[in-house]
Nanobody, 122 residues
Framework: QVQLVESGGGLVQPGGSLRLSCVAS????????MGWYRQAPGKQREMVAR???????LYADSVKGRCTISRVNAENTVYLEMNSLKPEDTAVYYC????????????????WGEGTQVAVSS
């Protein structure tokens, strides 16, 4: 089994900043991609940012220039630095990992954390 545990969410005023963290643990051989998704009330889950083990990144247009995703591969950890937060950033943020559990695994498996709430409000 694999566990992804997020932390760092909370209530912040518009224009403020937050740093989310996610640690993956358990039966992990290699994590190819780690990322952040979010789901606002009444909306579908959407990708926020993703980062491969090699350092390639992908951001949603809505957060480009305001968010930075980083990873510490050796620690199976991913961070999301969010700045200039807006009320529309309010959502539950989920950590995601595409990984291989063993050296003999031939496919990537996708695992999710339980989410951390981010609320942006004055």
């Amino acid at each position: 089994q694999v566990q992804l545990v997020e932390s760092g969410g909370g209530l912040v005023q518009p224009g403020g900043s937050l740093r989310l963290s996610c640690v993956a643990s358990g039966r992990i051989f290699f994590i190819h991609t780690m990322g952040w998704y979010r789901q606002a009330p009444g909306k579908q889950r959407e990708m926020v940012a993703r980062r491969t083990a090699g350092g390639s990144t992908l951001y949603a247009d809505s957060v480009k220039g305001r968010c930075t995703i980083s990873r510490v591969n050796a620690e199976n950890t991913v961070y999301l630095e969010m700045n200039s937060l807006k009320p529309e950033d309010t959502a539950v943020y989920y950590c995601n990992a595409d990984l291989r559990q063993t050296a003999s695994s031939t496919r990537l498996e996708t695992w999710w954390g339980e989410g951390t709430q981010v609320a942006v409000s004055s």
